[in-house]
């Protein structure tokens, strides 16, 4: 059993820079937690921090409950894959496999077992045999991963390690990857700035953006409810709509949502009414997927924005429709309502769907 928790971690460079600011994060015993977040957000820190390739400038890594801020990599339970993982190119992959256990020490027979064993897991048991050079960069990257995992690591960190693959490979093994962790129930912590990779194979997903965490949670819940602005605006394909609007609650009973030129009229008995009205007299961001809006047509009776079609954009398994309501611009997924495709004009927009609530902040803020 392996269990991580970071607290108040801070890592400063000696030029001054702070990577990490004050992480706090705890990762449960199984768990497959991926960091996400843009280039130079301090992900890859924080993992060698947790390998103790680096040490925190100040908070605690704990391991397992004890504080591990002091412990050698090597007096960690810790395996690593990095993206440039280096195979030793004069051995077999059988041998790159070996090659940790031979190095403590295991005997040849409960050795060449443990190699079989995680090789055919990996689906490269008849590949044992050959050099690195004779092999794929997917099958090379198996074999990096066999090796890692060969010793039963409690913990099992990855640094991109399918960054360097093509997009299909990267797919065929971002579920392979994530199947095997969890079969062998190794804690696993990921880093990738890909959001389909994180989406996919994490448990749950921590964003960070300059050294800070912004959100934690499960993939759904950091997809549908964002808790900041530029977790909203980052995550997601097409990115969320996010718009201003002022909130009215009328004692008739209704709600009005003032996006500028338009208005939408909530009724009391709409959930979204009752998350809203408590921000009475108070602007704030209204977050849309694209894919909670509903394109109708423009005559529509009842609650609806008007938009006008600027272009529409196809991906084979959908297609994006993008509107300008007013002075804004949004993105609605075309397959979500009837499918019209060259058509451009005005036309209605049922109001939303899911997805709605007052972000840490103003547009513009993030
Ligand atoms: P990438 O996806 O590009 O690897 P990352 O999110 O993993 O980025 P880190 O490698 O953790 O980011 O770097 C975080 C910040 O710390 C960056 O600004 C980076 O330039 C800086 N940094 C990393 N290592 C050092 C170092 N040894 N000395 C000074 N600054 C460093």
Redesign the pocket.
């Known amino acids: 059993m392996t269990t991580v928790a970071l607290k108040d971690v801070t890592k400063m ?3 001054g ?1 702070v ?2 600011d004050t992480l706090n994060l705890d990762v449960n015993d199984g768990e497959f937690m991926v960091l996400l ?10 993992l060698r921090m947790v390998a103790g390739l680096e040490y925190p400038t100040s908070g605690a890594i704990m391991l397992d409950g004890e504080l591990a801020n002091g412990l050698q990599p090597r007096e960690r339970k810790v395996a690593m894959v990095f993206q440039d993982f280096a195979l030793y190119p004069h051995m077999t992959a059988g041998d790159n496999i070996a090659f940790p256990l031979r190095l403590a020490g295991v005997e040849p027979t409960p050795c060449g077992e443990r190699v079989t064993d995680v090789a055919s897991a990996l689906g490269i048991g008849e590949l044992l045999d050959r050099k690195p050079n004779q092999l794929s960069g997917g099958q090379r990257q198996r074999v990096a991963m066999g090796r890692a995992i060969v010793r039963r690591p409690g913990l099992f960190l990855m640094d ?1 390690p399918l960054s360097n693959l093509d997009s299909g490979l990267r797919a065929e093994l971002r579920a392979e990857i994530s199947g095997l962790t969890r079969e062998l129930g190794v804690t696993t912590i990921y ?1 990738t ?1 890909d959001q389909a990779e994180a989406l996919t194979m994490a448990d749950r997903v921590a964003i ?1 953006r300059r ?1 800070v965490l912004q959100d934690v949670g499960t993939p759904t819940q950091v997809y549908g409810r964002p808790a900041t602005l530029y977790v909203a605006a980052f995550l997601g394909s097409p990115r969320m709509n996010l718009l201003e609007a002022s909130v009215y609650v009328h004692l008739d009973r209704y709600v009005t949502l003032n996006l500028g030129e338009q208005s939408l009229y909530l009724p009391w008995d709409d959930l979204r009414s009752r998350a809203v009205a408590h921000y009475h007299g108070e602007r704030i961001v209204v977050g849309m997927r694209a894919e909670a809006l509903t394109p109708v047509a423009p005559d529509t009776p009842g609650d609806v924005l008007q938009g006008r079609i600027r272009y529409l954009e196809h991906h084979g398994h959908e297609s994006l429709a993008f509107l300008d309501i007013g002075a804004t611009s949004i993105v609605v997924d075309e397959m979500s309502g009837p499918v019209e495709t060259g058509v451009s004009g005005q036309r209605g927009l049922r109001r939303f769907g899911q997805v709605m609530q007052r972000l840490a902040g103003r547009a513009g803020e993030a």
């Open positions: 460079f000696q030029d820079t990577a990490v977040g843009p280039s130079g957000c301090g992900k890859s820190t924080v991109e880093v700035h960070m050294g």
